[in-house]
């Protein structure tokens, strides 16, 4: 079983900037495709960014140009880089590991945008 630990949320005010950490657990991390996901209250859980093997990144068009998503294969951690946040951005951020038809979630770490 992978486990899989956020840290890294609070509150920030608008403007301000949070940089998320997810540790994976397993020799095989440097395999995993990652993802960050969210869920803001009342709305369904959405992909935020993602980052494969080959450390190519996608992101929600609605972070592009604010998060920057990246990976530290040899702290079998990866980043989330969240700069320029909005209220809207006020979620639970959940970290999901994935190989092949497996995937591990963590618990998710609140992220509050308010002044």
């Known amino acids: 079983q992978v486990q899989v630990v956020e840290s890294g949320g609070g509150l920030v005010q608008p403007g301000g900037s949070l940089r998320l950490s997810c540790g994976a657990s397993?020799?095989?991390?440097?395999?995993?495709?990652m993802g960050w996901y969210r869920q803001a209250p009342g709305k369904q859980r959405e992909s935020v960014a993602a980052?494969?093997?080959?450390?190519?990144?996608d992101y929600a068009d609605s972070v592009k140009g604010r998060f920057t998503i990246s990976r530290d294969n040899a702290k079998n951690t990866v980043y989330l880089q969240m700069n320029s946040l909005k209220p809207e951005d006020t979620a639970v951020y959940y970290c999901?590991?994935?190989?092949?038809?497996?995937?591990?979630w963590g618990q998710g770490t609140q992220v509050t945008v308010s002044s």
């Open positions: 999901n590991a994935r190989f092949g038809q497996r995937e591990y």
């Open positions: 397993g020799s095989l991390f440097n395999l995993y495709v």
């Open positions: 980052i494969t093997v080959g450390a190519w990144t």
